[in-house]
């Protein structure tokens, strides 16, 4: 899940920023 994307928290961040996240 770490590489799901770029800087995405796909478990760590809210449902909220669970899209897109910047590192």
Do not use: E, H, K, L
Request: hydrophobic share 20%.
């Amino acid at each position: 899940m770490s590489s799901y994307g770029y800087g995405n928290c796909y478990a760590q961040c809210p449902a909220s920023t669970v899209t897109i996240q910047p590192p």
